[in-house]
């Protein structure tokens, strides 16, 4: 009888320490068994509640759905459950958005990729209406082999400062740091469907948590190395042909606009950004503007710009280094880039509000409605020049566009500062220029794209 009193002890024993760890975390569920929380965005998919899980199914002849948590969230873990048909594609959006001037209200972010085709890419990460892949799966094939087909997967997701973090089934998936979006919406999502395709086909999430507080408490360590996306091409750019303006850490490819190579002094390369330092407000008085030693005509440019306050600078194209040798900056269009609520020039300009942010400097000013970010946070700049057409974005809004070299634009110019400029942008290329106001400005990620001409 003892030696079997010994044995049980033993089992018990044994089966206390397999038992899983006891989770302390304080969830909190995003779901109640109701939609009530939810609000569905983009397209008409259908969303319903089955067996305590969300279910959506898919419909013909609409673009993708998202159903959307009415609160939004910045820093979370967030562990949930889902179950998906093999012949669809989906995700979970994250620290996503919705904005009227951003492409109609197309939701945006960051997407946690629901993928059980071949490709197997469940758990990367997916910049929805934006930059596209981020992080794939193609060199982490343990992430690829632990995606269940037809059966319930569990994802972890970590969303802390600028890292994001997933797992799939316990299995390390994706690694990222990138800071172009601190907060927004959770969301699910029912893809588009072709004609080819069945409608009704569905996918179901279940058991969706989340945790906002003391998350140092509960993050997990991340054994994968971080895709870093500051001055990166990712998968998607290099596809279409966007290439570094800017390598983020030298000053290859960059002069002075009236040196052969990069100022000694003015300008400061550091953690990634290039930085304009101040000197007082003095235009190109300390180290001067800098120009792409590349020519380009036509052109999509990218930049990332931090204004500081009271700050004057501006992005150029088209520029001419010959002209204007004396005092001052070189001669080009410019894509303002101005603190409008502290610096005089937002109320000067030979056009009324021509000299407010993301305008084009003394011609045509800006929407007044534009999308900027409060001063000491990051803005894009977007410039597209394809013949003699010009637009000039704002964080995703399109803000204003004109024709090198029309009447329109001629007369402009003759009511401007450039008129003493013979044929003032209407040049067919040119160097890329970053200003030197003497205000402190930080730039990254500057990336172009060169077009054909038609």
Request: overall charge negative; hydrophobic content about 35%; charged content about 25%.
């Amino acid at each position: 009888m003892n030696k079997l009193k010994y044995a049980v002890l033993a089992l018990l024993l044994c089966w206390a320490c397999a038992e899983t760890p006891k989770d302390d975390t304080p969830w909190v569920d995003l779901s109640d068994g109701t939609l009530n929380g939810w609000t569905q965005k983009g397209g008409v998919a259908n969303y319903t509640v089955k067996d305590d899980a969300i279910v959506g199914s898919t419909v013909h002849d609409t673009p993708n759905s998202f159903l959307t948590t009415d609160k939004m969230y910045g820093d979370f873990i967030m562990e949930l459950d889902y179950k998906v048909d093999s012949t669809m594609n989906s995700g979970i959006q994250i620290r996503s958005n919705s904005f009227p001037h951003y492409q109609n209200g197309r939701v945006h972010g960051y997407q946690i990729e629901i993928d059980p085709s071949d490709r197997a890419w469940s758990a990367g990460i997916y910049d929805e209406g934006r930059r596209g892949w981020l992080v794939t799966l193609d060199d982490n094939p343990e992430a690829q082999k632990a995606f269940k087909q037809n059966d319930w997967n569990h994802y972890r997701v970590e969303a802390i400062g600028d890292t994001i973090k997933t797992w799939i089934n316990g299995v390390p998936a994706a690694h990222l740091i990138d800071d172009k979006t601190p907060s927004g919406f959770i969301a699910l999502q029912v893809h588009s469907i072709g004609k080819d395709q069945k409608a009704g086909t569905e996918i179901a999430w279940r058991n969706i948590k989340i945790v906002t507080d003391s998350l140092y408490k509960y993050t997990k360590p991340m054994t994968l190395q971080p895709v870093v996306t500051k001055n990166h091409i990712n998968v998607d750019e290099a596809k279409n042909g966007w290439k570094l303006l800017w390598d983020g850490e030298t000053t290859n490819g960059w002069r002075g606009a009236r040196l052969d190579s990069f100022p000694d002094k003015g300008w400061e390369i550091q953690d990634g950004v290039l930085t304009v330092l101040s000197s007082g407000g003095e235009e190109s008085a300390a180290g001067g503007d800098i120009v792409t030693t590349e020519l380009f005509g036509d052109f999509e440019l990218m930049v990332d710009f931090k204004l500081t306050e009271g700050a004057n600078s501006g992005i150029k194209y088209y520029v001419n280094t010959d002209l204007n040798k004396g005092p001052g900056s070189s001669i080009g269009l410019e894509y303002q880039i101005l603190d409008d609520a502290v610096h005089p020039d937002a109320k000067l300009g030979n056009h009324e509000g021509s000299r407010t942010l993301s305008s084009l400097y003394d011609l045509i000013k800006a929407d007044p409605n534009k999308p900027t970010n409060p001063i000491g946070e990051w803005n894009t700049a977007h410039i597209i020049s394809k013949g003699s057409h010009v637009e000039h974005w704002l964080n995703g809004m399109k803000v204003l566009e004109y024709e090198r070299g029309s009447d329109d634009f001629k007369k402009l110019v003759s009511e401007s500062k450039y008129v003493v400029w013979p044929n003032f942008g209407e040049a067919p290329t040119g160097p890329i220029l970053l200003q030197d106001h003497g205000d402190k400005v930080s730039f990254k990620n500057i990336k172009i794209k060169t077009t054909d001409k038609q």
